[in-house]
């Protein structure tokens, strides 16, 4: 993954500072998805002699943190949900709607929580109209809850995490 420099930050070397644990004065302590990365460096002139300055910046990266819902299509529909012998999440999504981005993080910690016991998967709208509109999908975020092949639980929009949780327990 690719870093960026959002903003520089400038972190000055006091002489009277004293070193820490390794690091020279004025270093940065390292944090978890921050790095120091050097830039090159910079000469200045003064009137006796030149300077040169080492320059650093903290980059942000941003990590994978999500876990991430299998999508599943209409190829493998009958097979994993309607042919499963544990009751199948299906939470319909598009990837340009916000709310659905929003619910997929509680979805995949039900998921880990109920893992075993139930499945989950995420089914692209945009990809997949014909079981969509099979469903009456009107709205998205869907999420519908199937046992044995037949479709037992509605929730539509952005829920929280207990909504969910309470519809999945009726059917576990």
């Known amino acids: 993954m690719a870093a960026a420099i ?22 940065i302590p390292r944090f978890s998805g921050l790095r120091c ?6 000469i200045t002139a003064s009137r006796s002699r030149a300077v040169i300055r080492r320059v ?6 941003a990590q994978e943190t999500a ?7 209409k190829d493998a529909w009958q097979t994993r949900v309607l ?23 509680t979805i995949a910690k ?3 929580v109920y893992e075993g016991k139930l499945k989950c998967y995420k089914l692209n709208t ?14 998205i975020p869907t999420v519908m809850i199937f046992k044995n ?7 539509i929009g952005a829920v929280p995490e207990s909504t969910l949780a309470g519809s999945i327990e009726k059917f576990i």
């Open 126 to 139: 945009d990809e997949n109209p014909e079981i969509a509109n099979q469903y009456g999908i009107r709205s």
């Open 83 to 105: 042919g499963s012998d544990v009751p199948v999440l299906i939470d319909f999504w598009a990837p340009w709607c916000g709310p659905c981005r929003m619910i997929e993080p």
């Open 110 to 112: 039900l998921a880990k």
């Open 37 to 42: 990365a050097s830039l090159p460096s910079r």
């Open 149 to 155: 092949g037949e479709k037992k639980d509605t929730v």
């Open 67 to 73: 876990v991430q819902l299998p999508e599943i299509s």
């Open 6 to 27: 959002l903003e520089s930050l400038i972190v000055p070397s006091h002489p009277t500072a004293a070193p820490r644990a390794g690091r020279g004065a004025g270093a």
């Open 56 to 61: 650093a910046a903290v980059v942000c990266e």
